[in-house]
């Protein structure tokens, strides 16, 4: 039997796009070319910006959504010609889901979705509680789900996921609007779930880079489609250890782009956020000595440093590197195309 | 039970699954939906007012005794109906908005177990008001039934429920294809099917292929039966003979249910070739 929980060869998935009827259809490339392989045991992590495509994979990945081009097996099944097989095997729940019934408790909302697994009704029962009092909803257990805060929810939708002891558990943005103390209590849950049998594994995508970091395994980043990179977070870190990173406060910036930082002061990479008053820049310089020509710089175009931090790389900065522009200037690039 | 070490001593699958899946799906109509106690002004206050302007008027006009039964029949069966183009037809729909329809195709259970679901649910649901009409119209107006055969109206019912509750299967793949276009469809529907499906009148009255052509919807020929079984003079008003009208109330059942079936098989295989059809719009 193959080691691999998921495996993807060149997956790809092309939208075609309604539009009037005097318009040819036009075709989004969602995504081209997907090669993964998860393994068995594994906490494997999905990162990239919204539109990435990270959701059209798992929607495939979870036999919702067929691919174009490519194939995939998950749990040892083809998800295009065997989704019979796939199903009983794996769970997926989204960020910022409203599924079940407002006018049912959270206990039935629980128990009707255990039940489309064939759960026995008495052990779903008892796992339904010892869950909750995992994920601290005990005392809401018999609250109806329309009466539940927003993260109270997302949490219920969280323990459906792993309600119905699935082999492969997708999970999309799991902690999108969760608060920090709610998405803590997530990510502990989700170590110790993993940790009590080697033959689950766990796909994860997000866009918070620090749940990344913590949680996986190995992370894949993708951007428009396609895989950028796949490897440990470490590994991943490591390919910038010869940058060295600095965050910057400034001042307005004076029509200072990016690039002419890049070209005048060799400046490897940059992220630049606009904050109040100003800006925040994050840069990658090949070495520690080129700091003085970033500050000459800012000198000459009457710009004030106002904070100046020395810090490690992280998986923005991966990120960065990959694809030139950080995380959040991607989404708003993609919105604005 | 250890929330983190779970093993279940088995998980159901085949007729068994299909079978736990129709319960699971029907417990939030028959359980969730009584909790919102509004169903009592909604579904029995509301129909009754029409009931009671339709037994003034019929009174006013000193019409047989029959026509009061007739019309607390109507008034009784209105409530399947409006639960049929209502909420069964809309179901699917709202199950893609609220994204549980994802989940439901994702799961291992046949979609066709959630839609039997769905009708079995709402058929429960639904009776309990048709009953609660039905014994308000009866104290308050005196209306006397003399069942000929218990059978046959069992028979009757159970097709006519069979046959409406399919074609409110047909009817919740027809929405999630066309979308808002099939619920403009259904409004527009609504008060003609009134009409002539004689909720308040026996379809007698109408002209022949009327009535006829009102008889695909199967509370026409439902309504028809049951009067002409549970009233003395019901015969006379009849528009075909019970036992026809029984094989015909099989017949809609059973193409209804098959239709639904493929319709349903049709619009599980486009969700999930276009991926548009899971989309939520949350």
Redesign the interface.
């Given at each position: 039997m193959s080691t691999h929980a998921i495996e993807t060869q060149n997956l790809g998935r092309i939208y075609k796009l309604r539009g009037s009827k005097k318009e040819t259809r036009k075709e989004l490339v969602a995504l081209q070319d997907v090669n993964l392989t998860v393994e068995r045991g594994e906490l494997f992590g999905l990162l990239g910006p919204n539109g990435a495509g990270k959701t059209t994979l798992i929607k495939i990945l979870t036999t919702l959504l067929s691919p174009t081009s490519g194939w995939a097996r998950v749990a040892g099944a083809d998800i295009h010609r065997e989704p019979d097989l796939v199903r009983p095997r794996i769970n997926m729940v989204s960020g910022g889901e409203s599924s079940g019934y407002g006018l049912l408790t959270v206990r039935e909302n629980l128990w009707m979705f255990s039940q489309f697994y064939g759960v026995p009704s008495k052990e779903a029962n008892e796992h339904i509680e010892a869950l909750l009092a995992m994920v601290g909803m005990k005392d809401r257990m018999h609250t109806k789900s329309s009466d539940l805060s927003t993260g109270l929810r997302q949490k219920m939708n969280i323990v459906r996921g792993f309600l119905t002891d699935p082999q492969v558990l997708f999970l999309d943005e799991p902690t999108l609007g969760l608060d920090v103390g709610a998405s803590r209590d997530v990510r502990k849950f989700i170590i110790e779930w993993l940790k009590a049998d080697k033959e689950r594994t766990l796909l994860l995508t997000t866009h918070y880079m620090v749940e990344a970091d913590e949680l996986c395994d190995r992370v894949a980043i993708i951007n428009k489609g396609r895989v950028l990179a796949c490897d440990t977070p470490s590994a991943l870190k490591q390919r910038l250890q010869k940058d060295v990173r600095f965050e910057i406060e400034t001042s307005p910036l004076n029509g200072l782009t990016p690039l002419i930082l890049q070209e005048q002061a060799e400046v490897r990479n940059v992220a630049l956020t606009e904050i109040e008053g100003g800006a925040r820049l994050d840069i990658g310089l090949v070495e520690e000595s080129a700091l003085a020509r970033v500050i000459n710089l800012f000198t000459q175009k009457n710009i004030k440093i106002m904070k100046i931090n020395k810090r490690e790389p992280t998986l923005e900065d991966v990120f960065v590197d990959l694809v030139g522009r950080s995380m959040a200037e991607e989404e708003s690039n993609e919105r604005s195309e | 039970?250890?929330?983190?070490?779970?093993?279940?001593?088995?998980?159901?699958?085949g007729w068994?699954?299909f079978l736990?899946?129709i319960?699971?799906?029907a417990?939030?109509r028959v359980?969730?939906?009584q909790?919102?106690l509004s169903w009592v002004l909604f579904e029995v206050v509301m129909p009754m007012l029409a009931v009671c302007s339709y037994v003034f008027v019929y009174r006013a006009l000193k019409a047989p005794e029959e026509y009061i039964g007739f019309v607390v029949m109507g008034g009784a069966m209105t409530a399947f109906w409006m639960n049929v183009l209502w909420s069964m037809s809309s179901q699917l729909y709202w199950e893609k908005e609220?994204?549980?329809l994802?989940?439901?195709?994702?799961?291992?259970?046949s979609m066709m177990a959630?839609l039997l679901g769905m009708a079995l649910g709402g058929m429960v649901a639904t009776a309990m008001r048709a009953v609660a009409v039905t014994v308000f119209g009866t104290l308050m107006f005196a209306v006397k039934f003399e069942v000929t055969s218990y059978l046959q109206l069992f028979a009757v019912f159970m097709l006519a429920m069979i046959a409406l509750y399919g074609l409110g299967m047909m009817m919740a793949s027809a929405f999630l294809l066309f979308g808002r276009e099939a619920w403009h469809m259904a409004n527009l529907a609504q008060e003609p099917i009134f009409l002539a499906s004689g909720f308040y009148f026996p379809i007698k009255s109408l002209p022949f292929w009327v009535a006829a052509g009102a008889s695909i919807i199967p509370l026409t020929l439902g309504m028809d039966a049951m009067r002409q079984l549970v009233f003395p003079s019901g015969f006379r008003l009849g528009f075909l003979d019970v036992r026809t009208e029984i094989m015909i109330l099989a017949v809609l059942a059973v193409v209804f249910v098959a239709v639904s079936k493929f319709l349903l098989a049709y619009v599980e295989k486009l969700?999930?070739?276009?991926?548009r059809i899971?989309e939520s719009r949350?």
């Open positions: - | 039970m250890n929330a983190v070490n779970s093993k279940y001593s088995r998980k159901d699958t068994r699954l736990k899946t319960i699971a799906r417990y939030p359980i969730g939906q909790r919102e609220t994204g549980n994802a989940l439901y195709i994702m799961a291992p259970n959630i969700a999930v070739r276009e991926g899971t949350r």
